[in-house]
């Protein structure tokens, strides 16, 4: 109201008196609203970020879908399927070689490496309780009995114990006796 009583003052205008006032200042426009030309500052700002924000996010999502362009979504879920199935696979492996470790070492195995080595991995298998079924520990023990730490094993006639600990025979006459017997010679 202010810029009308400046430009026009306390006088009455005809419509061409108006117009003509208004050209003649360059800090004024005419807008006819009836034509729906005019729109609040305010509101065109919001509508340009609007559309800015707008032209920003579809620019970014075309961005990203030309990143998945030729990418076969099959092949994909396939792919997550055989990795799982080969995640599945190991972790079981790696359980089962930890739980033949643990029982070779409950075992008073010296070299698990190569304990294992002389075992038939195929025929060891874990079960859901944990325990294995197919491992034969004690055979292996009779018959490669240097792979573990036993106590003491009895040989005919020596005084010698097999693993970590040997019996001292008594004196000089008993390692006499000892290699005798080892030799296969009469005391």
Same mark, same amino acid.
């Given at each position: 109201?202010?810029?009308?009583?400046?430009?026009?003052?306390?006088?009455?205008?005809?419509?061409?008196?108006?117009?003509?006032?208004?050209?003649?200042?360059?800090?004024?426009?005419?807008?006819?609203?009836?034509? $729906?030309?005019? @729109? &609040? *500052?305010? %509101?065109? +700002?919001? !509508?340009?970020? =609007?559309?800015?924000?707008?032209?920003?996010?579809?620019?970014?999502?075309?961005?990203?879908?030309?990143?998945?362009? $030729?990418?076969? @979504? &099959? *092949?994909? %879920?396939? +792919?997550? !399927?055989?990795? =799982?199935?080969?995640?599945?696979?190991?972790?079981?492996?790696?359980?089962?070689?930890?739980?033949?470790?643990?029982?070779?070492?409950?075992?008073?195995?010296?070299?698990?490496?190569?304990?294992?080595?002389?075992?038939?991995?195929?025929?060891?298998?874990?079960?859901?309780?944990?325990?294995?079924?197919?491992?034969?520990?004690?055979?292996?023990?009779?018959?490669?009995?240097?792979?573990?730490?036993?106590?003491?094993?009895?040989?005919?006639?020596?005084?010698?114990?097999?693993?970590?600990?040997?019996?001292?025979?008594?004196?000089?006459?008993?390692?006499?006796?000892?290699?005798?017997?080892?030799?296969?010679?009469?005391?």
């Amino acid at each position: 109201m202010e810029i009308l009583k400046e430009l026009f003052g306390e006088k009455t205008l005809t419509y061409e008196d108006f117009v003509t006032a208004l050209n003649e200042r360059k800090d004024v426009k005419l807008a006819n609203l009836a034509e $729906g030309r005019y @729109v &609040d *500052k305010d %509101k065109l +700002d919001a !509508k340009v970020r =609007e559309l800015d924000m707008a032209n920003a996010s579809i620019k970014e999502l075309t961005e990203k879908l030309q990143a998945f362009d $030729g990418v076969d @979504v &099959d *092949k994909l %879920k396939a +792919d997550v !399927k055989s990795w =799982e199935v080969k995640y599945n696979t190991d972790l079981a492996a790696v359980k089962k070689d930890a739980a033949i470790d643990a029982a070779i070492l409950q075992a008073k195995g010296r070299n698990p490496k190569a304990i294992k080595a002389l075992l038939d991995m195929d025929k060891i298998k874990l079960k859901e309780d944990g325990s294995l079924e197919g491992l034969d520990l004690d055979g292996l023990k009779k018959s490669e009995g240097y792979l573990f730490d036993i106590a003491e094993m009895k040989q005919q006639g020596a005084g010698v114990a097999s693993g970590n600990t040997l019996k001292e025979p008594e004196g000089f006459e008993g390692f006499l006796s000892s290699a005798r017997t080892a030799a296969g010679l009469k005391n």
